[in-house]
């Protein structure tokens, strides 16, 4: 069965500094998606960046940027210039790419503070 | 474009009860998923729709959880004899393909539920 581990439950920033927030994931699997979800307050979920396990170039959404190690099965996010807004849940997520497959597995999320 | 809209937003019920969620997904978007969320938890898969067909469904909906989609379009969520383990929130996710292989998921901001 395949897992999603996040082991920091929370993690503080300061304004306009980077963060780097880890996702470690255990599948047989060789083709995969792997995400970052946002989860606001407002407790909607928001896609914030996916990577697809057949490319090797890492993924990039502006202020986003993952660390993708396919080997290691680490996928970190990396949030540069952090702004106030940023502040939320964050959920890395994996979802097999095998056609018949639908569902996604999320960790258990790190909190992300960024003070002013 | 409203988005994916879950109803009610908060439901307290009695042990026992029975309770029924609705969601209505984006108007395009045939597939639609149901995920639970508890404390400081990530979401956990609990069913999938496309269209109308019912094709995933977890380990985690007992008999007492049924879910329907009549007419591919909204979505209900049915608890019987609800438990107090049942208390969580209920995520609903509809999704289209942005290209040929690129799901993207809309998550709806969710069903609290209370059960006394």
């Known amino acids: 069965a395949q897992t999603v581990t996040q082991s920091q439950p929370e993690m503080s920033v300061q304004e306009a500094e980077t963060v780097t927030l880890s996702c470690t994931y255990d599948?047989?699997?060789?083709?995969?998606?792997l995400f970052w979800y946002k989860q606001p307050p407002s407790r909607q979920m928001i896609l914030v960046i996916r990577?697809?396990?057949?490319?090797?170039q890492n993924a990039t959404e502006n202020r986003f940027s993952v660390n993708f190690q396919k080997a290691a099965k680490s996928f970190s996010l990396k949030i540069s210039d952090s702004q106030l807004g940023d502040a939320a849940m964050y959920f890395c997520?994996?979802?097999?790419?095998?056609?018949?497959?639908?569902?996604?597995?999320f960790g258990t999320g790190t909190r992300l503070k960024v003070l002013a | 474009d409203t988005g994916v809209s879950q109803d009610p937003r908060h439901k307290i019920t009695k042990r026992g009860q029975n309770v029924t969620f609705r969601c209505d997904p984006i108007?395009?978007?045939?597939?639609l998923y149901w995920y639970r969320q508890t404390l400081g938890q990530g979401p956990e898969f609990l069913t999938y729709?496309?269209?109308?067909?019912?094709?995933?469904k977890s380990r985690l909906l007992s008999d007492r959880f049924s879910a329907e989609r009549p007419k591919g379009s909204f979505s209900t969520l049915e608890i019987q004899r609800t438990e107090q383990g049942d208390s969580a929130m209920y995520l609903c996710?509809?999704?289209?393909?942005?290209?040929?292989?690129?799901?993207?998921?809309?998550f709806g901001s969710g069903t609290q539920l209370s059960v006394l």
């Open positions: 108007s395009e978007h045939n597939r």
């Open positions: 990577q697809e396990a057949y490319k090797q």
């Open positions: 996710a509809s999704s289209i393909f942005i290209d040929r292989v690129t799901e993207k998921l809309f």
């Open positions: 729709f496309q269209n109308e067909a019912q094709l995933e």
């Open positions: 997520a994996y979802r097999r790419a095998i056609s018949g497959t639908y569902k996604y597995i």
């Open positions: 599948t047989s699997e060789s083709d995969y998606y």
